[in-house]
């Protein structure tokens, strides 16, 4: 029994640890992205205070269930996908057991999609014509990246003969060379399609104010918005700490972990503040193309 | 200070902290004042410092910034929208026009007085407002927010009845909706 | 009966719109088969009072017809005007006028710049020039007192001299900000995603910008060459040596490229009008402004504005107000039916890059 | 008696009489053939599996009774194929021609328990022949105008039987037996090319009602064509005879060879997949895009037989158990959409959630399903076929499964959207909830859905036992169906379902409890016309739901995939198949006799030649 | 001034030449006006255009003489090779104003139609265009016409700040504000 408590107060306790360490990432992107436009920009901690404003906003209208449950589906799949995930070497953080002997790498590529569709179900619900067309831009270009972001998953799969995460970490550590460097080309395809994963320019389609007025999520305030900036920053965290643990080697401390995530959190950042934005197609197509490429490459230098 | 009745709880306290220091403002240029906005949110005068930041819709929107005169066309879609807005939210009156009709004071097409038709919180003179002065409007609604007292919203919900009349007597053949928020 | 296909608001309240219209879209997937303008969300009925005030006091009126570029009205009317009364207007007051129209120019282009950026998401060259071009309105500032609303060129003349010092000013901030656009182009007409999105979008073909009266950079990015500084030169721009940008497409592309080349020929020429500037008086005083009357007449006065070329067609019947101040902007070609067409066929995603190369500003559609 | 007679003589004879009361007392109708498949199910599931039935005719002996693979597969038969009689009794209530309708519908059931309890190729063959006929006689049940698209299926029916037929015929020549067992024993001693020839003959026979690309073409009018009620059925089992058939003929013929015979099979599946989810994903109508989407699981279940790992294959079968219970969901669900809403056109139709709530979360179960997302059971097939093909190198396979499965989520979304989402416009006002017969199958096999995500065992186990027949060893642990809840692949990687189930519905639940509570009272709901509509109200003749080509973008980046495979070659010959058709037309009219006459001709041609090159 | 007018003499006795019943004047420089009754507008633009060369439309105006009772419509065309500017000018009835629709000839002119119908009443038989353009519900005379006073429109429909009537000096009003009348809610929650 006590196990159980201290399972779940230790869930309780990465949770947080995911969703502070997410805010501040976002935070310090608001800062990084301010400070090249010549601009002060707003304080690190301004997520934390955007995100409890949304929570403490009255949230007096909804469109149905669906649009209720939609923000719920999408926490649930990053907290989920975050309890698979191991945060540091070895499991957990925190009394916590991390669960990823449960799951391995391809239930989290579907944990990590569940969200999505399960908030187009709430925009679809809403009947804005805005969020209708953000999720179908969402949508196809996630078929766009999850290709690459797969080939490179399953090309590390086949060179190591694993495809759980701790396997991978526990190579990484036996072996003493990162991912990043047995199979470069993986990394490469991976971190392209990284580029899509977190939505930033050039890949920032889906909520492109200009075009489609912040897209699926054009009728979610309140409470629902804060729910999904909650969620988003965890799930900004897993897609961090998963790269991390996969191309390189996991951190044995927070502050490895914090240093290793940051660094590579700042690729899509830093790519993301010099570049417009793509339409849709064009998205696609730009990860049919060279990530793919890179893909096919690192499929061969794993068989071989 | 326990005692004191208008003290803030702790809870208040920090919904107030927070509310002044993320204001989502609406994206809706109504008139040329919109013409500063984007000085002001740029790099020399930057409100984003001050926790501002642009919404695209007005579900997420805390702020409505009335960028100078309203026509009566506009007048309609700025009611929508504020009424479409989630509490808490707050209006701030953008130049002279906002105030009592300025320059445009005998023309047949804009409004001259807007806290007649949606309640307003804070309004920033001039033709037009400086930046600075938008900061300084932004700066006295968080200061009005911190003590509680920006409160057009729940103004506007009781006394709807007077404002739906003066906006009747503008708004011809134009549904006004069921009241939602 | 309902449309079949999707309806979409763009606008008044979008971030993506160009000021406060609205644009009606129907969409089939994401390509536009339908798109009907809206305007006079700002209608203030400028024609109207122009009509109850003095000729003086038309003067706070003009600069607001368009909110970005507030002095082609301006000068535009004040040809308009001259051209009836037959007033001259010294040297050094064309001088100070074209001085004051190209820098309106250049923080138009710089505001341009940070629209056709932002429309793709890439706000970086935005925040950048929209940040610079406060220097520009910092020189506004200095010169007439008004940041944006500048009433400064009057008929006969401007209303005050430079001050001292200010030619050195110019000059600094001219070599400030030529140094940034590089910055700024190297970022957005360097990037490959920028190049792609604006290849081949929007596309104007020659046939048809004559047949709709494009002007300006529209015009000049279908490979015609017309220029009101060139085809009629006012003030001081046939002492000027300036070349028109003309690039063949008639897309967006195009349209920004001719942009590129003339916001580097603005700076040129304030360079060359501050170098020039001939001393002497700097307006051809008009008798008690608020008695000054204008004999019966009327004329098209015009001039080129950003987005092409601005007129006014003013009316005076003899007394002391006007009988008729009649604005056509470029946008009132390009904003309404021209728009309608050109969307036709485009992609969702690029309905604001598009209003953004074509300059729609709605303040002078419906004035 | 003998039940397996006993079986096939209540199916057939409940299907004449069924015919004859709705001529002389059609209020009986319905309840009797509920009835019937009541007592057929209850047989089967009685069914004794040493049971046997031996016979002879015209000196060739033929011999009926259960394998257990059969077996497994008749489970599917016997549960689909009651609920969407009992689905189809409400479904159909009002329609003409209903006593032609029940007798074709228990026809294919008997039909496809014959298939499945031959052990000889003749009755195979008759029994394939019976079910292509009656399922051909549903398909053109709508009516004149679709008899074009009946007879592109039947077309292709034939093609497959004429090709079975002649691998039968074969067979015969050499070995001189036409049972199974025989065969399958026998077959080695033929020279390889005969070997290839045979599986390729059999395969392309089977492959017809699989939809495997080549001979796709048919299923996607067919299956949108015919009465959702009997499309479950369709697509849910009948469909899997040709699985059934396919891993007949992979393990017993193909197994052990080195022919590349699995690989071709397993990239034709692929392909199909990939190209039927593209498809899928630019459809209009709801029947339409459940179809192609139809075909693409097959692809997978293709490629899970194909890949003859014993995770492969148990994938394989797993999602074609999984299949026949969300697609046969689906189809019910979209059969009610049309029935209660009078069009499954997605560009028509949006927002029926409110009306049709129940609908719509079957729906939803079997969307998830489908999609193969955690914690639902699609997640436990889709995680054992990617594990087979990783473990076993197949990566390029597996980047085509992942492709087609993740362009699975935009049809999956759109159906969903098209349907149940967007604006409630008035002219769906007055639809209402399905009738509760029409709801209890929907929500009996949604339940399934759910089930099997925490406890694949419930079916893994069947599998395992039908798997042993097929030649694979038991991997699975010795425990209760409840226990099995952790997955292995070959590297001992695993996947333990109950965990993904209690971390998903736990914090799912408490985030949902908080949403709720915080701020529950002042909450309300509003229309979909109360949208952020740039500020404008919302005019009547304004179509706020964004419906007609949903992916056009997706559309754009895959156009030149599909105009480069499909429109070149497929167009071109559908084209001309369709010219073809109309010359076929005239000899065929559509009648029967003619087919069985051609057949026959066929028949004897093969054997006039056959015994001249064959010498037989 | 008048040795430079040779352009626009040209111009003008060319047009002369070609229309009877129209008076042309070259009055400055760039600047030609054409007086022409409503019947011969089009067909002196179709002229210009197609044989002159003045391809472009610059504006189309109207203007209300109310003291003649007509409206006056002028059409200004520029041509790219001459660069000058010519006024056709047409004076219609104002109690039924109408004018032929001749935005099959420069496609812009629709838009000038549409705001001149709107703001003059002045009606184009056969012209396609939707009805509101800029006003939106607007019951009233067409504001444009110089017999719409829009100080009586304004003072009978929108609210006067206090302090603004005389609409001279506000110093002293607002002197003397605490006159003003404040709604009883808002005295509630006035901020004093």
């Known amino acids: ?304 | 200070m326990y005692n004191d009745k208008n003290a803030q709880t702790i809870v208040e306290y920090i919904q107030n902290f927070t509310r002044k220091n993320s204001l989502f403002m609406l994206a809706y240029g109504t008139g040329c004042g919109a013409i500063e906005l984007p000085a002001t949110l740029t790099s020399r005068y930057d409100a984003e410092r001050l926790g501002v930041r642009g919404a695209a819709t007005p579900r997420q929107a805390d702020l409505l910034l009335i960028t100078g005169y309203l026509s009566t066309k506009t007048l309609k879609r700025v009611i929508r929208v504020y009424e479409q807005m989630q509490d808490p939210k707050y209006v701030i009156g953008f130049g002279s026009c906002t105030i009592n009709g300025g320059m445009y004071w005998d023309s047949y097409n804009t409004i001259k007085l807007l806290d007649k038709y949606i309640p307003v919180d804070v309004y920033i003179n001039g033709c037009m407002p400086r930046p600075e002065s938008v900061i300084a409007g932004f700066k006295e609604l968080q200061s009005l927010i911190a003590a509680g007292k920006a409160d057009g919203a729940a103004k506007y919900k009781e006394n709807l009845e007077w404002y739906r009349e003066n906006q009747k007597k503008v708004l011809k053949n134009w549904p006004l909706v069921e009241y939602n928020w | 009966m309902r449309e079949k296909s999707t309806t979409l608001y763009l606008g008044p309240q979008h971030p993506g719109i160009t000021g406060n219209m609205m644009v009606k879209l129907q969409l089939e997937g994401d390509t536009i088969v339908k798109a009907t303008t809206h305007v006079g969300y700002l209608h203030r009925a400028f024609e109207k009072l122009i009509e109850r005030r003095n000729w003086m006091q038309t003067t706070t009126i003009l600069c607001r017809f368009c909110v970005p570029e507030p002095d082609p009205p301006e000068a535009a009317f004040a040809l308009a005007v001259e051209q009836i009364e037959g007033r001259e207007v010294p040297e050094r007051g064309k001088y100070l006028r074209s001085l004051v129209l190209e820098l309106a120019r250049l923080q138009s282009f710089m505001l341009w710049y940070a629209g056709q950026s932002g429309s793709t998401g890439l706000y970086t060259v935005g925040q950048w020039s929209v940040g610079d071009r406060n220097y520009v309105l910092d020189l506004f500032e200095e010169l007439t007192g008004g940041r944006i609303y500048h009433m400064y060129i009057w008929p006969g003349g401007v209303r005050r001299d430079i001050p001292e010092g200010f030619e050195d000013k110019v000059l600094r901030t001219m070599d400030y900000i030529e140094k940034r656009i590089d910055d700024y182009d190297r970022m957005m007409f360097d990037s490959a995603i920028f190049q792609k999105r604006a290849q081949g979008v929007g596309i104007i073909t020659k046939e048809k910008a004559m047949e709709w009266g494009v002007v300006g950079a529209p015009l000049r990015g279908c490979g015609i060459g017309h220029d009101v500084r060139k085809d009629n030169p006012y003030d001081a721009y046939d002492k000027l040596d300036f070349e028109m940008g003309i690039f063949e497409g008639g897309d967006v592309w195009a349209r920004a490229r001719v942009r590129q080349f003339e916001i580097r020929q603005t700076i040129s020429m304030i360079r060359q009008l501050i170098q020039n500037l001939p001393s002497g008086d700097y307006l051809n005083k008009m008798p008690n402004p608020m008695k000054w009357t204008i004999p019966a007449g009327s004329a098209y006065g015009k001039v080129e504005s950003v987005r092409g070329e601005f007129g006014f067609h003013v009316v005076s019947d003899g007394s002391d107000k006007p009988r008729r101040v009649h604005a056509r902007g470029p946008a009132y070609v390009h904003g309404v039916s021209l728009l309608e067409d050109v969307l036709i066929g485009q992609n969702l995603a690029d309905v604001s890059f598009i209003m953004n190369s074509l300059g729609v500003c709605p303040p002078e559609i419906e004035r | 008696m003998n039940s397996l007679i006993l079986i096939l003589i209540l199916i057939f004879g409940g299907g004449i009489i069924s015919f004859l009361l709705n001529k002389f007392l059609p209020i009986l109708r319905d309840a009797f053939v509920v009835l019937v498949m009541l007592a057929i199910s209850y047989l089967f599931f009685t069914i004794d599996h040493a049971e046997q039935f031996d016979f002879e005719i015209g000196g060739i002996s033929l011999q009926w009774g259960f394998t257990y693979a059969g077996y497994l597969f008749g489970i599917i038969v016997a549960g689909l194929g009651f609920l969407s009689i009992l689905y189809s009794t409400a479904f159909m209530k009002g329609k003409d021609r209903l006593g032609y309708f029940y007798m074709n519908f228990l026809f294919s059931i008997g039909a496809m328990f014959g298939i499945l309890m031959s052990r000889d190729l003749v009755s195979l063959f008759f029994f394939w022949e019976i079910m292509t006929w009656s399922s051909y006689f549903i398909v053109i049940y709508s009516g004149k105008e679709v008899n074009g698209r009946g007879l592109k299926y039947i077309l292709f029916s034939a093609i497959g039987a004429y090709a079975m037929l002649m691998a039968i015929v074969i067979l015969y020549g050499f070995i001189g037996s036409f049972m199974l067992e025989d065969v399958f024993n026998s077959i080695y001693a033929l020279s390889t090319g005969y070997q290839i020839a045979i599986a390729v003959l059999l395969m392309i026979g089977f492959g017809v009602k699989t939809a495997i690309m080549p001979v796709h073409v048919w299923a996607p009018d067919a299956y949108s064509e015919s009465p959702m009620a009997y499309t479950a059925l369709f697509s849910g089992a009948l469909s899997k005879m040709g699985v059934f058939g396919f891993a007949l003929v992979l393990f017993n013929l193909v197994s052990g060879q080195n022919w590349l015979i699995n690989e071709i099979v397993a990239w034709l599946a692929a392909i199909t997949s990939v190209l039927a989810t593209f498809y899928a994903v630019i459809q209009k109508d709801a029947k339409k895009l459940l179809a192609y989407s139809s075909i693409a699981q097959l692809g997978y279940i293709v490629v899970g037989l194909a890949s003859g790992t014993y995770l492969g294959v148990m994938a394989g079968i797993f999602l074609a158990v999984l299949h026949a219970v969300f697609k046969g969901t689906l189809f019910m669900a979209v059969g009610a959409v049309e029935r209660q809403a009078g069009t499954t056109d997605m560009t028509q139709v949006s927002g029926l959630i409110r009306k049709m709530p129940w609908t719509f979360f079957a729906t939803l179960i079997s969307i998830i399903t489908l999609a193969g997302i955690p914690p639902l059971g699609g997640f436990v097939g889709k995680w054992m076929l990617y594990e087979a093909l990783i473990t076993s190198d197949r990566y390029y396979l597996v980047i085509m499964i992942f492709l087609s499965s993740t362009a699975a989520f935009l049809y999956s979304y759109r159906i969903l959207f098209g349907l149940f989402l967007g604006q409630e416009e008035p002219e769906f006002a007055h639809v209402k909830e399905a009738p509760l017969v029409m709801l209890i199958p929907m929500l009996l096999l949604a339940g399934i859905s759910v089930l099997t995500g925490s406890f694949p065992g419930l079916v893994m186990q069947p599998i395992q036992e039908a798997m042993l027949v097929l030649g694979f060893e038991n991997r699975l642990p010795d425990m209760d169906w409840w226990q099995l809840t952790v997955l292995f692949n070959t590297w001992g990687d695993k996947v333990v379902l109950q965990n993904v189930m209690i971390s998903i519905m736990g914090v799912f639940l408490v985030a949902l409890t908080f949403i709720t509570i915080k701020g529950y009272k002042k909450q309300r709901y509003v229309t979909t016309k109360d949208i952020s509509s740039s500020g404008e109200i919302i005019q009547p003749e304004d179509n706020m739901t964004f419906q007609i080509d949903f992916y056009k973008p997706f559309e754009r980046a895959i156009w030149p995939m599909l105009k480069r495979n499909i429109d070149t070659y497929y167009t071109e010959f559908g084209n001309g198949l369709e010219a073809f058709f109309d010359f076929v037309k005239r000899i065929y009219n559509g009648n029967g006799q003619f087919y069985a006459i051609y057949v026959m001709a066929f028949l004897a041609l093969l054997l006039l030649a056959g015994s001249e090159y064959f010498g037989f | 001034m008048e040795t430079s007018l040779i352009k626009e003499e040209l111009l003008a006795q060319q047009l002369q030449n070609a229309f009877e019943n129209i008076v042309t004047e070259a009055v400055r420089k760039d600047t030609v006006f054409a007086y022409a009754s409503k019947e011969q507008v089009s067909s002196i633009l179709l002229y210009a255009k197609e044989k002159l060369g003045y391809k472009s439309l610059a504006h189309m105006s109207c203007i209300d003489w109310l003291e003649s009772d007509e409206f006056e419509l002028v059409y200004i065309i520029w041509s790219p090779e001459t660069k000058l500017n010519l006024f056709v000018k047409t004076r219609i009835d104002r109690q039924n104003p109408e004018m032929e629709n001749m935005d099959m000839i420069w496609r812009q002119l629709n838009t000038y139609q549409r705001e001149i119908r709107e703001m003059f009443g002045v009606e184009f038989p056969g012209f396609v265009g939707e009805k509101e353009f800029i006003l939106e519900d607007w019951e009233d005379a067409p504001p444009m016409r110089r017999d719409f006073d829009t100080l009586e429109y304004v003072n009978d429909t929108f609210f006067e700040r206090e302090g603004r009537e005389d609409k001279q000096d506000v110093r002293e009003r607002i002197a003397k504000r605490s006159g003003e009348e404040i709604p009883d809610f808002a005295k509630k929650y006035s901020r004093e």
């Open chain 1, 1 to 304: 029994m006590n196990t159980i408590l201290f399972e779940i107060l230790g869930a309780i306790a990465t949770i947080l640890l995911a969703f502070t360490v997410g805010m501040f990432y976002g935070g310090a992107r608001r800062k990084i992205i301010a400070r090249i436009q010549n601009r002060v920009g707003p304080p690190v901690y301004q997520n934390f205070i955007d995100v409890i404003k949304l929570y403490s906003k009255e949230t007096s209208i909804h469109h149905g269930a669906m649009q209720h449950m939609g923000p719920v589906f999408a926490i649930t799949a990053s907290v989920t996908s975050l309890m698979f995930v191991p945060v540091l070497n070895g499991g957990g953080w925190f009394w916590f057991d991390n669960l990823s002997f449960s799951g391995d790498l391809i239930f989290l590529v579907y944990m990590m999609v569940f969200g999505s569709l399960g908030m187009a179900l709430g925009a679809g619900q809403t009947g804005n014509p805005n969020s209708a067309i953000g999720v179908t831009r969402g949508l196809s270009q996630m078929v766009g990246y999850e290709i690459p972001f797969v080939m490179s998953m399953v090309a590390l799969m086949t060179q190591f003969h694993t495809t759980s995460i701790t396997g991978m970490m526990e190579i990484q550590a036996q072996s003493g060379t990162w991912m990043m460097f047995s199979n470069p080309f993986a990394f490469i395809t991976a971190v392209l399609a990284m580029l899509g994963m977190f939505h930033y320019s050039p890949f920032d389609i889906v909520h492109a104010p200009a075009e489609v007025a912040s897209g699926p999520v054009s009728e979610f305030g309140g409470k629902y918005l804060g729910l999904m900036m909650s969620s988003g920053s965890i799930f900004a965290f897993v897609k961090l700490t998963l790269f991390v643990n996969v191309f390189m080697g996991g951190a044995s401390n927070l502050i490895e972990l914090v240093v290793k995530t940051f660094a590579l959190y700042m690729i899509p950042v830093l790519y993301g503040v010099t570049s417009p934005r793509y339409r849709t197609e064009q998205a696609i197509t730009y990860f049919w193309k060279w990530p793919l490429f890179f893909g096919v490459i690192s499929l061969l230098w794993a068989a071989f």
